[in-house]
């Protein structure tokens, strides 16, 4: 897949524009070189929605179409920022009990796509990850791979449909109640769709 085919440039970046100054801070907190590849995406555009696109699996996973599915890329965040990016990657490990030497670039508490480093502190290969399964996936052996072996989903509302029903649209078979358990990033996702219909934040509880 050619970077220009990969992200959504109709919804605006997560993030400021990337710089050097990031990109050196990010690696610098993380102790990781990034994939040149994935700078270049995040030039483009720093984080945010992507075109609908899958990734073809042997594995068993939380998907039962085949598929990996994505449809977010995180960014690099800076300190000030609320929303998640790379540089949650320590805070987000910690909350999930996920491996260690692992950058995160993206997922949904119950699922992380990851680098992991583990193995190769140069070239790290990409995972899936789903902690309370204990699954943890080589899905490519570099980001570059990663990227190029994603195909376009034309058929993005049964896109939609499939990963909606699945794991993002947690309101429409959760109460209140059970929706203040769910994982932070579980839990924005929920907001956001809230606040476009108008209704009030749910809190999240605090144990």
Do not use: C
């Amino acid at each position: 897949m050619e970077n220009k085919d990969f992200w959504d440039l109709t919804k605006p970046a997560t993030f400021k524009s990337l710089t050097e100054e990031l990109i050196y801070k990010a690696e610098n907190e993380l102790k990781i070189q990034l994939p040149k590849r994935l700078i270049e995406l995040l030039k483009i555009k720093n984080g945010g929605r992507i075109n609908k696109i899958k990734l073809h699996s042997q594995d068993n996973t939380i998907w039962t179409d085949g598929f990996y599915q994505i449809d977010e890329l995180f960014g690099i965040n800076d300190e000030n920022s609320k929303k998640l990016g790379i540089l949650s990657t320590s805070y987000l490990t910690a909350e999930w009990e996920l491996p260690e030497k692992q950058v995160i670039i993206t997922g949904g508490g119950h699922w992380w796509i990851t680098l992991d480093y583990r193995n190769n502190s140069q070239e790290p290969t990409v995972n899936w990850i789903e902690p309370e399964a204990r699954r943890d996936i080589i899905i490519a052996k570099n980001f570059t791979e990663f990227i190029n072996n994603f195909s376009i989903n034309q058929k993005q509302k049964t896109l939609d449909v499939e990963t909606n029903g699945m794991i993002t649209i947690w309101e429409d078979f959760l109460n209140e109640d059970e929706l203040k358990e769910l994982s932070i990033t579980d839990l924005n996702l929920v907001n956001e769709r809230r606040k476009e219909k108008g209704l009030s934040e749910i809190k999240k509880n605090r144990s």
